[in-house]
């Protein structure tokens, strides 16, 4: 059963306009949402989070929306820029099990 | 400079070898965890050690192994058992297996058998 889940395989994006990535997961008992953000042959590298009693985080141009009675996720990037093209992954956190990463969504920031 | 070390970047085996990858990290952290990405497949949880000298299985062990003998050191042998072996391994560690769980991740072996 997969607890998270990215809907959207992959995402095409104008560079400076909003990039809008989406989660949905099954298990209402998470602590913690993060984003990772993954380049081709190298390893996920973290980028923003938000705990369960938040609805909002932002950090530059990354911010992280969480609708807990929808069981949404959302990260939004704006401006977005060619840099930003990657896999995100929004892995989460229940008590002290590893992190459940989803098959991510694969952003292209077109110039 | 601290961080996550595996090596190699890339290794080539035949069918039927094992093969094992390792993973260092002098980032003092008591959690670590290996991963296997295939295309289209996300990451999947192979294998996670919270302590020295103990480890549980993730979601697709079988045909691989591990050890975690040193806090610092969590090799991977993947076995002649494991069917598709060619994909990406990735290696991370966390500072406890505790409530915020963020994970650092080394920068990846992609295993190709022959």
């Known amino acids: 059963d997969q607890q998270v889940k990215q809907n959207s395989p992959s995402l095409s994006v104008q560079e400076g306009r909003i990039s809008i990535l989406n989660c949905d997961y099954t298990?209402?008992?998470?602590?913690?949402f993060l984003w990772y953000k993954k380049y081709p042959a190298e390893g996920p590298t973290f980028l923003i989070s938000i705990s369960s009693i938040k609805d909002k985080n932002e950090d530059g141009r990354f911010t992280v929306f969480l609708n807990k009675s929808a069981k949404h996720l959302s990260l939004h990037i704006v401006p977005s820029q060619p840099g930003d093209s990657a896999v995100y992954f929004c892995p989460t956190v229940s008590g002290n099990t590893p992190l459940v990463f989803g098959k991510g969504t694969r952003l292209s920031v077109i110039a | 400079d601290g961080g996550i070390t595996q090596s190699p970047k890339y290794l080539f085996r035949k069918e039927g070898q094992n093969v094992t990858l390792s993973c260092e990290q002098n980032l003092n952290h008591d959690a670590m965890y290996w991963y296997r990405q295939d295309p289209g497949q996300g990451l999947r949880l192979i294998y996670y050690s919270q302590i020295v000298n103990d480890f549980q299985k993730g979601d697709i062990a079988e045909g691989y192994s591990v050890s975690r003998e040193k806090k610092e050191s969590f090799p991977l042998t993947v076995t002649s058992a494991q069917k598709n072996p060619t994909a990406f391994y990735l290696c991370?560690?966390?500072?406890?297996?505790?409530?915020?769980?963020?994970?650092?991740f080394g920068p990846g072996t992609r295993l190709t058998v022959l």
């Open positions: 298990n209402s008992m998470f602590d913690y």
């Open positions: 991370a560690s966390s500072i406890d297996p505790g409530l915020y769980n963020e994970q650092f």
